[in-house]
């Protein structure tokens, strides 16, 4: 080049991934014999091949420019968001020191110029292009939060030919994560504990070997919620129904129910509390139990459980009501699905307790009035189900107890009968002869008593009827008398005993009384039960002949007097209806007793005693005294007693009062002889 002319030459000029670099060379000026030399030419800026996150600091010198003054500038074409590129230092001198905040957006780059001010140098600045370091354009903002058990991918986002390496804290690797890693991060969340657990780490992007920035991921793992199983529940149909869901803090509870019938519904939330219903039959169902954990707007559901809720459903069958009357057995057999059934009854009155258990059996008690108990029947062992009926009772159908009535032939009769109100009365007869029919109805019973030959009684029994109800019968007695002034008076009824034959006379009877054509006879008969029909002997007088022939020996008759109307034939009218017969002693004809000595001594010696046999005919005890008499003088008095027909009496001479005279006879003599009923004198 000829001297002193200025050259300005490029060179060196690179286009190597996107970076520019001017390169200015000194220029030498000559005039005439002298050298002029200008300032030393800039050379390249060094470090400007590729920006590496790794070349800290990021520091870019240009050689040979310690006088050129440079001034630095530095910018993001196009501007990339929050990366930003600033100096850390004054931006002069020979190099530079860059900081980068933020992160670069993909296609975005890095313009360095530096400017001489020197006027010695070439004022054209220095530039050129720098790509950004490798970056994430995506990755999780804030807390990563999912369940126990969940898979947590992180997958990295950047420019095309990134990669990423991964580290783990110790948290993270508290929640499952490894502890590094390349590529995108993926693993199976764990939570060991109740309570959410946070962990987090890094992760670096690299392009080739530089590397990029490094970035934080972290995340949230919950708890998977668990839940104390609940028991099987069994209730009755209409019991109030409670459970109470318990495990992990802070868990809530969904449910769900396959049977809606035992009154809960088929899905809800929480505890459960609600009042059965009533079943007529047992209603099992099965309740699905999840518990959940919400944190930060997400839930994680656990386990679920299980458990039955029973009904247990007792029923009575519904009685029909009935209606009874007094005094009429009720019977109601309950049925149903009950084990038992217990009952309370509102109305005592009818007869029934006021409560009870079982069947019920009892006779309806009659009153005045109507009575209706409403009876509430309930099965157990539910007692939820009950039913209600009604047991009424008619007003009872009572009759007052008549008095008996007595009167005479021919007279009125009437009875008026009383009772319950609305009431009518029935009665019966036994004996029409009194002048009654047999049967007949009304409060009112009356008639004309007739003169009958005897009296007569009947037992008269009325039965109570009120409308379809009848009431206890009540009975009483009509009696018709034979009321005739004819009266043949009293006798003495004292028992006789008549020993052998002879004339008996019996006192005359006192009180009597005799009408107008009647007279008084006596008569023997032998059959109390039919004084007339056994007449023995019949005479105006109380004497009777016992004689053999016309009475018969240890037989008993009978006296009596009787009085009514005389007939032609001087005999009594024994048809008579006002006959009257009085009756008298019952007496015993009998057979005199005899006493014979059976053995009697031939002598009795004045040293020696003899046995004297003494024999007895009649009915024992005997009694009867004896001498011994000698020349009309009495040797010996004694009297004896015998329970047989033979009695031994034991004879000697010292029994003797008075010495008897030698050789002379002595006679035995009873002065003194009975039996039970008769004596010797008879």
């Given at each position: 080049?000829?001297?002193?002319?200025?050259?300005?030459?490029?060179?060196?000029?690179?286009?190597?991934?996107?970076?520019?670099?001017?390169?200015?060379?000194?220029?030498?000026?000559?005039?005439?014999?002298?050298?002029?030399?200008?300032?030393?030419?800039?050379?390249?800026?060094?470090?400007?091949?590729?920006?590496?996150?790794?070349?800290?600091?990021?520091?870019?010198?240009?050689?040979?420019?310690?006088?050129?003054?440079?001034?630095?500038?530095?910018?993001?074409?196009?501007?990339?968001?929050?990366?930003?590129?600033?100096?850390?230092?004054?931006?002069?001198?020979?190099?530079?020191?860059?900081?980068?905040?933020?992160?670069?957006?993909?296609?975005?780059?890095?313009?360095?110029?530096?400017?001489?001010?020197?006027?010695?140098?070439?004022?054209?600045?220095?530039?050129?292009?720098?790509?950004?370091?490798?970056?994430?354009?995506?990755?999780?903002?804030?807390?990563?939060?999912?369940?126990?058990?969940?898979?947590?991918?992180?997958?990295?986002?950047?420019?095309?030919?990134?990669?990423?390496?991964?580290?783990?804290?110790?948290?993270?690797?508290?929640?499952?994560?490894?502890?590094?890693?390349s590529g995108d991060l993926i693993f199976t969340a764990?939570?060991?504990?109740?309570?959410?657990?946070?962990?987090?780490?890094?992760?670096?992007?690299?392009?080739?070997?530089?590397?990029?920035?490094?970035?934080?991921?972290?995340?949230?793992?919950?708890?998977?919620?668990?839940?104390?199983?609940?028991?099987?529940?069994?209730?009755?149909?209409?019991?109030?129904?409670?459970?109470?869901?318990?495990?992990?803090?802070?868990?809530?509870?969904?449910?769900?129910?396959?049977?809606?019938?035992?009154?809960?519904?088929?899905?809800?939330?929480?505890?459960?509390?609600?009042?059965?219903?009533?079943?007529?039959?047992?209603?099992?169902?099965?309740?699905?139990?999840?518990?959940?954990?919400?944190?930060?707007?997400?839930?994680?559901?656990?386990?679920?459980?299980?458990?039955?809720?029973?009904?247990?459903?007792?029923?009575?069958?519904?009685?029909?009501?009935?209606?009874?009357?007094?005094?009429?057995?009720?019977?109601?057999?309950?049925?149903?699905?009950?084990?038992?059934?217990?009952?309370?009854?509102?109305?005592?009155?009818?007869?029934?307790?006021?409560?009870?258990?079982?069947?019920?059996?009892?006779?309806?008690?009659?009153?005045?009035?109507?009575?209706?108990?409403?009876?509430?029947?309930?099965?157990?062992?539910?007692?939820?189900?009950?039913?209600?009926?009604?047991?009424?009772?008619?007003?009872?159908?009572?009759?007052?107890?008549?008095?008996?009535?007595?009167?005479?032939?021919?007279?009125?009769?009437?009875?008026?009968?009383?009772?319950?109100?609305?009431?009518?009365?029935?009665?019966?007869?036994?004996?029409?002869?009194?002048?009654?029919?047999?049967?007949?109805?009304?409060?009112?019973?009356?008639?004309?008593?007739?003169?009958?030959?005897?009296?007569?009684?009947?037992?008269?029994?009325?039965?109570?009827?009120?409308?379809?109800?009848?009431?206890?019968?009540?009975?009483?007695?009509?009696?018709?008398?034979?009321?005739?002034?004819?009266?043949?008076?009293?006798?003495?009824?004292?028992?006789?005993?008549?020993?052998?034959?002879?004339?008996?006379?019996?006192?005359?009877?006192?009180?009597?009384?005799?009408?107008?054509?009647?007279?008084?006879?006596?008569?023997?008969?032998?059959n109390p039960a039919n004084p007339l029909g056994s007449?023995?002997?019949?005479?105006?007088?109380?004497?009777?002949?016992?004689?053999?022939?016309?009475?018969?020996?240890?037989?008993?008759?009978?006296?009596?007097?009787?009085?009514?109307?005389?007939?032609?034939?001087?005999?009594?009218?024994?048809?008579?209806?006002?006959?009257?017969?009085?009756?008298?002693?019952?007496?015993?004809?009998?057979?005199?007793?005899?006493?014979?000595?059976?053995?009697?001594?031939?002598?009795?010696?004045?040293?020696?005693?003899?046995?004297?046999?003494?024999?007895?005919?009649?009915?024992?005890?005997?009694?009867?005294?004896?001498?011994?008499?000698?020349?009309?003088?009495?040797?010996?008095?004694?009297?004896?007693?015998?329970?047989?027909?033979?009695?031994?009496?034991?004879?000697?001479?010292?029994?003797?009062?008075?010495?008897?005279?030698?050789?002379?006879?002595?006679?035995?003599?009873?002065?003194?002889?009975?039996?039970?009923?008769?004596?010797?004198?008879?």
């Amino acid at each position: 080049m000829p001297p002193g002319t200025a050259a300005n030459v490029i060179f060196n000029s690179v286009d190597t991934m996107n970076l520019r670099v001017l390169i200015c060379i000194f220029s030498f000026f000559m005039t005439g014999d002298m050298l002029i030399a200008q300032c030393p030419p800039l050379g390249s800026i060094v470090g400007a091949t590729q920006l590496c996150t790794n070349e800290v600091p990021f520091i870019y010198s240009v050689p040979n420019s310690t006088d050129a003054g440079l001034v630095w500038t530095v910018s993001v074409v196009p501007p990339a968001g929050n990366f930003q590129v600033t100096f850390i230092g004054p931006p002069t001198g020979q190099s530079v020191n860059l900081s980068l905040g933020g992160n670069p957006v993909s296609g975005s780059v890095i313009h360095l110029c530096a400017t001489p001010t020197n006027p010695c140098y070439d004022p054209t600045p220095i530039c050129f292009d720098i790509i950004p370091p490798p970056h994430l354009d995506v990755i999780p903002q804030g807390s990563y939060t999912v369940c126990e058990g969940d898979e947590v991918v992180f997958e990295w986002q950047g420019p095309q030919g990134q990669t990423y390496t991964w580290t783990s804290l110790a948290n993270g690797m508290a929640i499952g994560a490894p502890q590094q890693g390349s590529g995108d991060l993926i693993f199976t969340a764990q939570n060991p504990t109740d309570m959410p657990l946070f962990g987090g780490g890094q992760v670096t992007s690299w392009l080739g070997n530089c590397r990029g920035v490094t970035n934080n991921w972290s995340g949230f793992v919950l708890p998977k919620p668990t839940m104390l199983p609940p028991p099987d529940l069994t209730v009755c149909g209409g019991a109030p129904v409670s459970v109470t869901f318990s495990g992990t803090p802070f868990a809530t509870f969904t449910w769900t129910n396959d049977n809606p019938a035992i009154g809960l519904p088929a899905s809800g939330t929480g505890n459960i509390n609600y009042t059965s219903p009533k079943v007529p039959a047992p209603q099992t169902a099965t309740i699905t139990v999840t518990p959940q954990y919400t944190n930060q707007g997400v839930t994680c559901p656990g386990d679920p459980v299980t458990f039955q809720i029973t009904l247990n459903g007792s029923v009575v069958d519904a009685p029909p009501n009935i209606t009874v009357c007094p005094g009429e057995p009720v019977s109601i057999a309950f049925s149903g699905t009950g084990n038992s059934y217990t009952w309370t009854n509102s109305n005592t009155s009818i007869g029934l307790p006021a409560s009870g258990s079982g069947d019920l059996s009892f006779a309806a008690n009659g009153s005045p009035l109507q009575q209706t108990a409403t009876i509430t029947v309930t099965p157990q062992p539910c007692p939820f189900a009950s039913q209600t009926f009604s047991v009424t009772v008619l007003p009872e159908a009572r009759v007052n107890q008549p008095d008996n009535v007595t009167v005479c032939g021919g007279q009125p009769v009437a009875v008026f009968l009383s009772g319950s109100l609305a009431t009518t009365f029935n009665w019966t007869n036994s004996n029409p002869a009194i002048g009654l029919p047999a049967s007949g109805s009304g409060s009112l019973i009356a008639f004309a008593a007739p003169n009958l030959p005897a009296t007569q009684t009947a037992t008269v029994t009325v039965t109570p009827t009120r409308g379809a109800c009848t009431g206890e019968p009540v009975t009483f007695q009509i009696t018709v008398q034979k009321c005739c002034a004819t009266d043949a008076g009293t006798l003495d009824t004292a028992a006789i005993a008549v020993c052998g034959p002879k004339m008996v006379a019996l006192a005359l009877p006192g009180n009597h009384h005799l009408e107008p054509n009647d007279t008084i006879r006596f008569i023997l008969y032998s059959n109390p039960a039919n004084p007339l029909g056994s007449i023995v002997q019949y005479s105006d007088t109380l004497f009777f002949p016992f004689l053999p022939g016309i009475m018969h020996l240890d037989s008993t008759y009978y006296a009596a007097a009787i009085a009514g109307n005389q007939l032609a034939n001087d005999s009594i009218d024994t048809a008579d209806p006002c006959l009257s017969l009085a009756k008298g002693p019952k007496i015993r004809w009998l057979k005199k007793p005899t006493i014979a000595v059976g053995s009697p001594p031939d002598a009795v010696c004045s040293a020696g005693c003899v046995d004297v046999q003494f024999d007895f005919t009649g009915t024992p005890p005997f009694e009867f005294a004896w001498l011994v008499v000698q020349n009309g003088q009495i040797l010996l008095a004694r009297n004896e007693t015998s329970a047989a027909h033979q009695l031994v009496v034991t004879l000697c001479p010292a029994d003797f009062a008075v010495p008897p005279a030698l050789n002379e006879y002595v006679n035995f003599r009873v002065n003194f002889f009975q039996d039970k009923w008769c004596g010797c004198g008879d």
